[in-house]
T-cell receptor, first 115, second 116 residues
Framework: KNQVEQSPQSLIILEGKNCTLQCNYTVSPFSNLRWYKQDTGRGPVSLTIMTFSENTKSNGRYTATLDADTKQSSLHITASQLSDSASYICVVSALRGGGADGLTFGKGTHLIIQP | DVKVTQSSRYLVKRTGEKVFLECVQDMDHENMFWYRQDPGLGLRLIYFSYDVKMKEKGDIPEGYSVSREKKERFSLILESASTNQTSMYLC???????????????FGQGTRLTVV
């Protein structure tokens, strides 16, 4: 059964600090992995996408890594800001068209940035 | 810019009522989906549709039905609302590109439904 596990479940850090969120998956055959940011009361918005051949991808202060051998991904946030407070969801797509029916969602990491 | 719009942000309904949640996308996407999101459970797929008048059950279809009469619109129907259907409902859409490596699902802003 395809699964995506995220850790930690929740995290509180001070503004300006860095943090790393983890995602382990057992989805096969692997197509891509996305990190979504979901603000409270809003729908998720894609931050990055990683395909099989990519190891690292950055989007501003967000850097995602992918190790396809160990089936692990991380999302590193640098110099955190109050607006980074949100849930971060790891979503892995199986290679059967890429549509959302082939998606497996993690339960998310709830990040709180304190001033 | 892709836009997925859900008709209501917040909704309060009584037990036994018939509830319609509407979703419209403006990018001519073939795929549309309904999820519900609950604390500790993440997003769970209720129904999805690959084309007009086509629908497929997701992981938790019980108590729900859907309608897709037009490509841009996908409706979720609760035939007889119950308190355990209180949840955040998210609609999403994506292009149908078989074998594509980077198809993205775009989400609406969500509807928080409370059944009392």
């Amino acid at each position: 059964k395809n699964q995506v596990e995220q850790s930690p479940q929740s995290l509180i850090i001070l503004e300006g600090k860095n943090c790393t969120l983890q995602c382990n998956y057992t989805v096969s055959p692997f197509s891509n992995l996305r990190w979504y940011k979901q603000d409270t009361g809003r729908g998720p918005v894609s931050l990055t996408i990683m395909t099989f051949s990519e190891n690292t991808k950055s989007n501003g202060r967000y850097t995602a890594t992918l190790d396809a051998d160990t089936k692990q991904s991380s999302l590193h946030i640098t110099a955190s800001q109050l607006s980074d407070s949100a849930s971060y969801i790891c979503v892995v797509s199986a290679l059967r068209g890429g549509g959302a029916d082939g998606l497996t969602f993690g339960k998310g990491t709830h990040l709180i940035i304190q001033p | 810019d892709v836009k997925v719009t859900q008709s209501s942000r917040y909704l309060v309904k009584r037990t036994g009522e018939k509830v319609f949640l509407e979703c419209v996308q403006d990018m001519d996407h073939e795929n549309m989906f309904w999820y519900r999101q609950d604390p500790g459970l993440g997003l769970r797929l209720i129904y999805f549709s690959y084309d007009v008048k086509m629908k497929e059950k997701g992981d938790i279809p019980e108590g729900y039905s859907v309608s897709r009469e037009k490509k841009e619109r996908f409706s979720l129907i609760l035939e007889s609302a119950s308190t355990n259907q209180t949840s955040m409902y998210l609609c999403a859409s994506s292009l149908e590109e078989s074998g594509a490596m980077n198809t993205e699902a775009f989400f609406g802003q969500g509807t928080r439904l409370t059944v009392v």
